[in-house]
Nanobody, 126 residues
Framework: QVQLVESGGGLVQAGGSLRLSCAVS????????MGWFRQAPGKERDIVAG????????YYADSVKGRFTISRDNAKNTVYLQMNALKPEDTGVYYC???????????????????WGQGTQVTVSS
């Protein structure tokens, strides 16, 4: 059974930084792509960033390009999201998720992911 636990969220002023972590238990982590999603109140859960199992390929939503960096440490079964130059519109609950299948590439739709963490709240004040 795969379990994901996010941490690192909090309240930060605009322009500040946060680093989210997602610890994954289970044997699937090293062989699966991972994604970070964001859900703001009243909005859908959208992908923010994704990374392939090797870490060689990444994906970023246009709204976070140049500000966020996704990375992973397969030895520690952990994926990270470094968030810099935060904006109020980055506010939301951030979830990490594991691709349903062992495959190449990063997939951007939430239904492509089969295991989710409980989420961590990020609030950016103006």
């Amino acid at each position: 059974q795969v379990q994901l636990v996010e941490s690192g969220g909090g309240l930060v002023q605009a322009g500040g930084s946060l680093r989210l972590s997602c610890a994954v238990s289970g044997r699937t982590f090293p062989s699966r792509s991972m994604g970070w999603f964001r859900q703001a109140p009243g909005k859908e859960r959208d992908i923010v960033a994704g990374i392939t199992w090797s870490g060689k390929n990444t994906y970023y939503a246009d709204s976070v390009k140049g500000r966020f960096t996704i990375s992973r440490d397969n030895a520690k079964n952990t994926v990270y999201l470094q968030m810099n130059a935060l904006k109020p519109e980055d506010t939301g609950v951030y979830y990490c998720a594991v691709d349903r299948f062992q495959r190449e590439g990063v997939f951007t739709v939430w239904s492509d992911y089969g295991n989710w963490g409980q989420g961590t709240q990020v609030t950016v004040s103006s």
